[in-house]
Every structure is written in C-alpha cells, then in structure tokens.
C-alpha cells in the first residue's frame, strides 16, 4: 500500500470516529433538550408557579435578615463596647452610693449594660468569622480519588506518547515527515479517539459497576426465596414478572460490562501501538542513510496497523 493510499485511508477511519463521536454528542444534546422541555411543561402548572413565588419570597426574607445581621456584625466595635461597659459600671456606682436620689440612673445602666454585651459578641463573632474564612482558605481541598485509576493511567500515557510523537516528527528528518503530511491534526485526531474511548468506557463502567449487580443478585436471590412460600397463584404470578425483570436487568449489565471489556481492549491495543510507532519513529530518526529504508518500512507497516484499529474503534463505537 503507497503512503497516500494508507494516509488517505487513516484519514477517512479517523473522520468516522469523529462522526461517531458527534452523533453521539448529538444524541446527548437531544435527550437533555427533551428533558429541558418536560421540565419547562412541569414548571408551567400554576401550583409550581406559586410555590416557586412563595419560595422566592422566603429567600428574599431570609437574604434579608442575614444582610442585617452581617452589617450589625460589621459595625460592632470593641471599643464602643469598652466605653458603654465603663459608663454602665459608673452609673451603676453612683447609684449604689446615694439609693435614695439616684436610683433611677439603674435604669440607664441598663441598656447601656446591653449595648456594651451586643457590640462586644459581635465583634467576636466578627472575629471568629474572619478566623473561620483564613482557616478554609488555607485548608488544602482533599484529594478525591479516582474511580477507574486504570482508565486515567492509560490516558495519562497516550498523551504522553502523543506529546512525544509529535516533537519527534517535528524535529526530526524530512523522511518523517513524508509518512504523515499533517502530523499534528493526525496525532491530536489519535487523541481524541483513545480519549473517546477511555469516555464511554467510564460511562458503561459506571452504569454496570460491581456493586449495583450484588445488589441486583442479592435482591433475585431474597425474591426467589419469597417466591417459593408464596401460597397466592396470583402474587406468584407478580412476583414471577418481577423476577423475570431482575433477570433481564443482570443481562442487560452484563452486555455492559461486556461492552466496557471491549472498549477497554481497543483503547490498550491503541496505546501499545502507539509505543510501537514512537520506538519505529526512533528508529528512522537515528538511522542511517543505508538503513532509513528498512526502518521506514517498519514505520510503514505500524501506521498500516494504527489505521487498522482506528476502523476497530469506529465499529466499538457505533455498537455501543
């Protein structure tokens, strides 16, 4: 096969995964779009119209309350508290020393007494809130942990791969270069793909992961047992339609579960092959003039293998 004939073919392979990826946006698009709608019809009813406006008063309410309590927290001071504690402490001496004509200035102690605790509280509320806020900037966010650490493992090193190959074909001799007249939309068209891959094989794994089957398979077994104390012809009868239903869901996972195995495959054969022609594009690189015709022939025939997998992947993709 000449060099156009196989790039014109690695092109067109890689256009029909990129088809299949856009169909399969598209298909997302459609159904989020449908949801939108009924949503839209759900929300249109006068009751939910009214509960909404009921609710939005009560936010407007508790927004409001909060804003003032945020601004009497922000004017609070320390020494506005100080003062109104020592005038409130005088009074109430004065007081205490001439009961009989100055008893009332307890009275006026009093609220000053309140004053002095409320500006007080709030500027150590005021205070701690401030601590609060540093401590939860400063505090590192934990690191969650990956789902499918494989999956992300594969992907890390096929970008890698990929940031290599094209540095080589870049720096490298012109004979690279004949291979492969675009080499960076090739390479970035190859990314895609495995990253395409690594997505919906995150999507299946997710959908039919280990734990939802145990769960299925423990209910089937608790069913079963039920079905057989079951006296009632016509509650066996149900029962039975809910086994049959069970039985059908461990199917349906399992074809998932089948699914992501596969996806997993081409995404592996991918990358291997993408290490092959990295060490291939050494070869040409460093060979010499005698030898760049077998090395390039070796690099002809793992481009050859690479537009070969693309067409296995376009196939994965369209059948899941």
């Not at 003062?83 to 006026?108: C, I, P, Y």
């Not at 015709?293 to 997998?309: F, N």
Request: glycine share 4%.
């Amino acid at each position: 096969m000449s060099i156009s004939v196989w790039e014109q073919h690695l092109e067109r392979a890689l256009r029909r995964v990129q088809e299949v990826i856009a169909e399969g946006q598209q298909r997302q698009q459609r159904a989020a779009g449908e949801w939108a709608r009924q949503a839209q019809a759900v929300a249109s009813s006068v009751e939910h119209q009214r509960l909404q406006r009921q609710a939005a008063r009560q936010m407007r309410r508790k927004a409001k309350r909060e804003e003032r309590r945020l601004a009497r927290i922000e004017q609070a001071s320390v020494a506005r508290g100080v003062v109104l504690t020592v005038f409130a402490v005088a009074l109430l001496v004065f007081a205490a020393l001439n009961q009989a004509e100055l008893w009332w200035l307890v009275f006026v102690a009093l609220p000053m007494g309140l004053g002095a605790s409320r500006n007080l509280s709030r500027a150590w509320e005021r205070q701690q809130m401030a601590r609060a806020k540093e401590g939860a900037t400063s505090k590192k966010k934990p690191r969650v942990p990956s789902p499918f650490p494989e999956i992300d493992a594969r992907l890390t090193r096929v970008d890698a791969l990929c940031e290599k190959l094209l540095g080589e074909v870049k720096d490298g001799p012109a004979v690279l270069r004949e291979f492969v007249s675009r080499p960076a939309e090739t390479v970035q068209a190859l990314r895609k793909t495995c990253h395409e891959l690594a997505r919906r094989e995150r999507e299946l794994r997710t959908v039919a992961s280990s734990s939802e089957e145990k769960r299925v398979l423990s209910e089937r077994v608790a069913l079963g047992e039920r079905i057989g104390r079951e006296t009632d012809p016509i509650v066996r009868e149900r029962l039975s339609a809910a086994m049959a239903a069970l039985d059908d869901q461990l199917r349906q996972r399992q074809e998932l579960s089948t699914a992501a195995a596969r996806l997993e495959a081409e995404g592996t054969q991918i990358l291997y092959t993408l290490e092959n022609l990295a060490t291939q594009v050494l070869r040409v690189k460093s060979a010499d003039a005698g030898s760049r015709d077998v090395a390039g022939a070796g690099l002809r025939r793992c481009l050859e293998q690479i537009t070969l997998e693309v067409d296995a992947v376009a196939d994965a993709l369209e059948s899941v």
